[in-house]
């Protein structure tokens, strides 16, 4: 879980913070906001400007350091391998801060090391500054997610080695309401009823109705948990008038609330208008959740909540629930009134939501958008790439034989032959280029068999990293 402590940082092969020489005593522009470039533009004979997007120009950090020897030679050993580790570069290098679970792209533009020549000391300080081209915050884990061609009439061979679900575990006993508020309690003064109309997940949402500017919700009854890490995930979707003045998203013990964050302001929506909200509360001793409460401040709004995903461990995986039985998940108990399993057996492949038919859900945990980096692999003629939460897509007039791939970047734009080769000419006109919005993204993959290559064994592989500024 990502710590508010500054923790470990890696650079150049060096370790600084606990545990090492080198102590963190100050770091800036980790979690500022870089400086704007703003496309404004004056209102020639009005007041005001006329506003244009806004973006963000590079990232500049400031990392100061202590540095503690047992004698002085040992202090100008760690000087010598903090000047060796922070040389003038030709690319940006990778900093990690494994217990934020950051990482950032820069390189070192300046470096301080004082020295002091009144005594000989076993202690000094440094101070760093990197600059980062790319200003984005990315997560340390690289995620990927696969699927198969979309393919009605031979069906799809999966690859041994194919990638993507794992078992998983649902702890919310009626996540998504499919068949009555079971397991469910008001959270406040609020109106709640079940609305088939409108859903994010399956054919049912909860809608709220707020009488007042009260804060009132929902609270989800979940298996109850003494120990860990509780992981949760729930769509909310938000009419807007009037807009919330406040958002919570409570680990409780019955009516209790033992910790909270706040919503606000929500994850950009998907093209339904349906914002993605996680959290993550690691218990203390003694502590038990079993309900999980969501609750706005609206002066007489209306929202909905939908598919709330529980789990405990090191990651919260994309929502399913006992009802998803095409893809591996089953009821622990009583239909929406128990907890959800998705178990893994026979083969030993991982089947997941890449079984849908040439579907791919691709996660971005963070708060900006990601460019992921898209992997083809043959056989496939004319392979076409659909993001159906927003409708981008590109189509590639090529053919790929066995073995060959191609990887896209859609951060650069590069279309790579084998890893290589430029081939942007392959790419049909009229591309819409596809980043991850924050929270849940759908990708559909179709392409053409080659003749003489039985059933339909291309694979599109997505790669990203959860993205912040």
Known sequence: MAQQRIGRIEWGGLAFGPGSRYHVTAIEGLDDLPDIRAEDMERPGQHGDYTGPDYTGPRVIQLGLGLRADSPDELRALTLALRAATQPQRQPEAMR?????TLVYGKIRRRSIPYDAEHLWRTGTAALELYCADPYLYGLEERSASTTAYSPAAGRTYPLAYSGVVPATNLALNPSSEIDLTSTVDFGTIT??????????????????HSGTTTAGTRYSISPVSTGTVRVSVWVRHTGSPAPLRGLLHWMTGSTSLSFIELLPL???????WSLVTGAYTLAGGQTVDSI????????????????MVETGPTLHAYGDGSMTDYGWSWSGSPHASTSVRVITGTGRAYGSAGQSGRVTAVNGG?????????????VANPSIEQTTNGASLTLDATLGDGEYVLIDTRTRAVLYMGTSPRRNWLRSGARWPSLAPGYNEFAYRGSALPGSPGQQSLLTITWRDTSL
């Open 367 to 379: 708060s900006a958008p990601a460019f992921p980096v898209l992997r083809i692999d043959g056989p």
């Open 267 to 273: 994850a950009p929506p998907d093209a339904a208008g």
């Open 97 to 101: 801060l494994p217990d934020q679970d």
């Open 192 to 209: 709640r009823t079940r609305d088939t109309g409108v859903s994010r997940i399956g054919a049912a949402s909860i809608r709220h109705v």
């Open 293 to 308: 409460g969501l609750s706005f401040q609206s002066a007489s709004g209306t929202w909905w909540a939908d598919g709330l």
